[in-house]
């Protein structure tokens, strides 16, 4: 960490500064990028700043990683290829065959599908429920068996809010870890180990990179046993975020909070303008004060972030339609970069879930609110629901 930082220092200091104090070779403001996969040895084992092999340790992964540790609240930070990767190396560090895993039933498609394609047929069981619902989450607990609940919130792409304290209660009672996906709120926005969450996922591919221009995700903890556990994996594995994408990664936090109040806003802006639209049935936003879960998103969000979820009230065709008409938003996968993007979940990024009781509805469609004039998005988009 900085010199100059303290506990106190705020995020948004702590963006620019934490594990990215100024090179101390030449003064460089910026520290270098440690293109090297192994580092010279003073004697056998004489290890300069520890450092060895680069699966091991690379010193510019060691400062995102310190950075990201900082910005959630943890004791420890891992930094991945992807976040698939991410998620993949916590639960092999947290599960054995029989154990048992609760998830949202609006979890990221790709998040199921590992669970269920990879995990299940490991030996792991799962269970997917309402996470809002914090009865039937207690109610799908197995006593002895449920090691993980995993909740998005919000979700994806249905914005579903799951009150992070109460989950965090049952988990403990449970004695199972809760593991929070903070991808789309970013820890501006929430942060879910203050709020009694054991782990805290991310992929760093969206609003932390913030620009869509590398693939990352990240694992951060509290517990120092369980972090060793999954430093462990991320060395014995080797799905290690690569210099340069860890680089990138650090360059796209430094702006994460001016982004975020951004994409806060214009999302805000733009789902208040498109409630009552003739041609959608509703608007999935929780900074509506209708959203079911306002008051929750409310309470544990500084704001609510920059994903709209929309049912098309001319059902799959016109949604479908939307999604190919639009021109500022442009149809990809992948969210919470600089421009705004649209996406059609079925096909898209749940295309994984179909037929399962993950399936995402025929008629929504997703925007990714970027940071472009809010005019000009409220123009593209309501020029397109015309056209449809
Ligand atoms: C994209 C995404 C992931 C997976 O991350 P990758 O970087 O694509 O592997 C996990 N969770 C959420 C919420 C996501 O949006």
Do not use: C
Request: aromatic letters at 6%.
């Amino acid at each position: 960490m900085s010199d100059f930082l303290t506990p106190d220092s705020a995020l948004e200091t702590r963006a620019i500064h934490a594990g990215q104090g100024f090179d101390p070779a030449t003064g460089a403001v910026n520290p270098p990028v440690h293109f090297s996969s192994t580092f010279v040895q003073d004697g056998i084992g004489g290890f300069r700043g520890g450092y060895e092999y680069a699966r091991g340790g690379n010193p510019t992964r060691d400062h995102l990683q310190e950075l990201l540790a900082s910005l959630e609240g943890g004791e420890v930070a891992y930094s991945f290829a992807s976040g698939l990767a991410a998620e993949d190396a916590l639960l092999r560090a947290v599960l054995k065959p029989g154990d048992h895993v609760v998830m949202g039933n609006d979890v990221y498609g790709g998040t199921h599908r590992l669970v269920n394609r990879v995990f299940v047929p490991w030996g792991a069981h799962l269970d997917t429920v309402e996470m809002g619902d914090l009865d039937a989450v207690r109610a799908a607990v197995k006593a002895g068996q449920t090691r993980v609940l995993w909740v998005e919130t919000p979700s994806n792409p249905l914005m579903k809010v799951t009150d992070i304290e109460g989950l965090a209660a049952i988990g403990r009672e449970a004695g199972a870890i809760v593991v929070v996906d903070n991808t789309f709120a970013s820890p501006y926005l929430q942060q879910p180990l203050s709020l009694g969450a054991d782990v805290v996922v991310h992929s760093t591919t969206k609003y932390l990179g913030g620009h869509s221009d590398l693939l990352g995700g990240a694992v951060i903890l509290k517990d120092r046993e369980l972090a060793e556990k999954v430093g462990f994996i991320q060395f014995g594995v080797g799905a290690v975020s690569s210099p340069f994408d860890a680089w990138l990664t650090m360059r796209g936090i430094k702006t994460l909070p001016v982004r975020m109040d951004r994409h806060s806003s214009n999302a805000q802006t733009l789902a208040e303008r498109l409630v009552g639209h003739a041609k959608i049935d509703r608007v999935y936003y929780p900074g509506l004060p209708e959203h079911p879960g306002h008051d929750i998103a409310a309470k544990q969000m500084r704001s609510f972030g920059g994903m709209i979820s929309l049912a098309l009230s001319g059902g799959g065709a016109a949604a479908r339609t939307l999604a190919e008409s639009t021109g500022l938003f442009q149809l990809a996968e992948s969210l919470g970069g600089v421009e705004s993007l649209i996406g059609y979940p079925t096909e898209m990024t749940h295309a994984s879930v179909k037929g399962t009781a993950l399936e995402v509805p025929e008629n929504i469609v997703r925007l990714s609110v970027g940071l472009e004039n809010i005019d000009d998005l409220a123009a593209d988009l309501l020029g397109a629901l015309d056209r449809i």
